[in-house]
């Protein structure tokens, strides 16, 4: 018996190691000023949300029609404020005190984590994998560096920036 589990497991290793990966380095985009967004991953390889490049991500090295991936991300939905609706005490100094680790421990209650089988997009070239997070709990991945580029080329920048993404996603900008 030990036998015959042992050859299912080094089998299943085996077709795991015929797909070859690359890795890229990730970055979250999140265009929802409601919310701010902590983690983010791809079939378990991710990122923090606090912006910019962050090495290294996993993918296939090829992609393939048909492939799907499990996108998830934690975000908080309430910056600053507790369940109870109290505000972050203000911190002196830079310095952790008892007031505001039991405000954070109370406050890690509202973290919420939101998980998507979605189909993997098309990707040749790759910059890198950028998490797009919309409104209303709405994501886009974006692994191609060609549609990268077609997306994020030529946007507005200050306010108007936001607005323009989810418009060229075709989100939503607002929830009912």
Not at 14 to 27: C, F, K, L, N
Not at 33 to 39: M, W
Not at 98 to 114: G, Q, V
Not at 145 to 165: A, I, Q, V, W, Y
Request: charged share 25%; proline share 7%; with cysteine.
């Amino acid at each position: 018996m030990a036998i015959i589990s042992t050859l299912a497991l080094l089998s299943g290793c085996q077709s795991m190691a015929d797909e070859a990966t690359i890795g890229i380095p990730g970055r979250v985009v999140n265009t929802d000023s409601n919310i701010i967004i902590l983690r983010a991953s791809l079939n378990g390889s991710g990122v923090s949300g606090a912006g910019g490049d962050e090495c290294c991500m996993s993918i296939p090295a090829k992609w393939k029609p048909g492939m799907t991936a499990t996108l998830s991300w934690t975000k908080d939905p309430s910056p600053d404020i507790n369940p109870d609706g109290k505000r972050a005490p203000i911190i002196k100094n830079g310095i952790s005190t008892p007031e505001w680790d039991s405000w954070m421990a109370n406050h890690r209650k509202n973290y919420r984590t939101i998980e998507k089988t979605i189909p993997l997009p098309k990707y040749g070239e790759t910059c890198g994998v950028t998490f797009v997070f919309l409104p209303c709990d709405d994501a886009r991945v974006i692994i191609d560096c060609e549609e990268e580029h077609r997306l994020f080329s030529k946007l507005p920048g200050g306010k108007n920036f936001d607005s323009e993404l989810i418009r060229r996603l075709g989100g939503k900008k607002t929830c009912r």
